[in-house]
């Protein structure tokens, strides 16, 4: 399994960003990819999820109606669409999967995820 992320960078409060995740070595719908993002001295944690193989998908609360999650099953991609960025929404990005399907209870859990793909830096200025 492979995760290789692109996207993120600097932008001002209220800009957009869109973070890309490209995932091959797997059947692409039997897993979810789920976000997460950490700051220094924080654990990480969970932003958005989505179980390939129907789209259903879950949000942080702090991010609904700003952040956007998809897939593009063509490209072995999903998408983080982040709209109207906030300071606090400053950290370290990470996209994961995980051969299971998830829900609202399990989505966040960073522990049952053994494939990351590495971290893009997220800078929201005020």
């Known amino acids: 399994v492979q995760l290789v992320k692109s996207g993120g960078g600097l932008v001002q409060e209220g800009g957009s960003l869109r973070l890309s995740c490209v995932a091959t070595g797997f059947t692409f719908d039997d897993y979810s990819i789920t976000w997460f993002r950490q700051v220094p001295g924080r654990e990480r944690e969970g932003v958005a999820c989505?179980?390939?193989?129907?789209?259903?998908?879950y949000y942080e609360d702090s991010v609904k109606g700003r952040f956007t999650i998809s897939k593009d099953g063509a490209k072995r991609t999903v998408y983080l669409q982040m709209n109207n960025l906030k300071p606090e929404d400053t950290a370290v990005y990470y996209c994961?999967?995980?051969?299971?399907?998830?829900?609202?209870?399990?989505?966040?859990?960073?522990?049952?995820?053994?494939?990351w793909g590495q971290g893009t830096q997220v800078t929201v200025s005020s």
């Open positions: 994961a999967a995980d051969l299971r399907y998830r829900n609202e209870a399990t989505w966040r859990l960073v522990h049952d995820y053994r494939n």
């Open positions: 989505i179980n390939l193989s129907e789209r259903s998908t």
